[in-house]
């Protein structure tokens, strides 16, 4: 069985990344708490024995990424909107020949190997694996084959993302597994369920250089 990871993010960038968080952190804070993100990130991806592939913005500056993830394959998003754009990523890797595929998002520094495992998990015992977010949105879809099902006609950013995307699989004859949950960070309130992490983690110092509470 051949699994493969895909890291959906943008280019850190300030003013363009993470702009929820703002005017609580500056622009620049901003860019530089994603790249902290992704350092993060890249440990944990580390562990898995899969294949990375990033799919980022498309971006002149995107080979800064290559520095933080050395050993990833790298391809810009396309579509138009974001439910065609992860249709797009997904639809790429899967062409390569893998037989599973998860894509994250990146804004996950609570996430861990675990979580990645049990989205492999829930592909062992469905067609679709879906990680929830507590604000009703999901960090991570896995699919076995290319579905497009689960991203047409879908709003993003509202409460019910995770519980409309499974009834959009089910509806299309497909069964649906939840990985563990995991919380992304979105807003200032985000920052202070970080409380948890690693004080060596570099989301962790790079609360504390910025003199954000962890």
């Known amino acids: 069985m051949k699994n493969a990871l895909i890291c959906f993010t943008r280019v ?76 797009h990523a997904l639809h790429t890797v899967l062409s390569l020949g893998y037989d599973r595929v998860i894509l994250t998002g990146s804004d996950l520094p609570l996430m861990t190997a ?32 290319p579905s497009p099902f689960l991203f047409q006609n879908q709003t993003y950013g509202c409460g019910s993302v995770f519980e409309n995307t499974a009834a959009a699989a089910r509806a299309a004859g497909k069964t649906v597994a939840a990985a563990l949950p995991c919380d992304d960070v979105d807003t200032p309130e985000d920052l202070q369920k970080l409380g948890s992490l690693s004080p060596y983690s570099h989301t962790a110092r790079y609360l504390q250089q910025i003199g954000e509470t962890k």
């Open 114 to 145: 675990a979580h990645l495992r049990s989205g492999f998990a829930a592909l062992d015992a469905a067609d679709i694996a879906l990680g929830p977010t507590a604000d009703g949105g999901y960090y991570l879809v896995g699919v076995k084959q």
């Open 12 to 87: 850190p960038r300030p003013g363009k990344t993470k702009t929820r968080l703002m005017p609580h952190l500056t622009g620049a804070q901003c860019a530089g708490l994603h790249w902290a993100f992704l350092r993060d990130l890249a440990v944990i991806y580390e562990k898995m024995d899969a294949p990375l592939f990033v799919a980022h913005t498309p971006d002149s500056d995107w080979g800064r990424l290559k520095e933080v993830f050395p050993a990833a394959a790298f391809f810009p998003q396309a579509g138009d909107g974001l439910g065609e754009k992860m249709e």
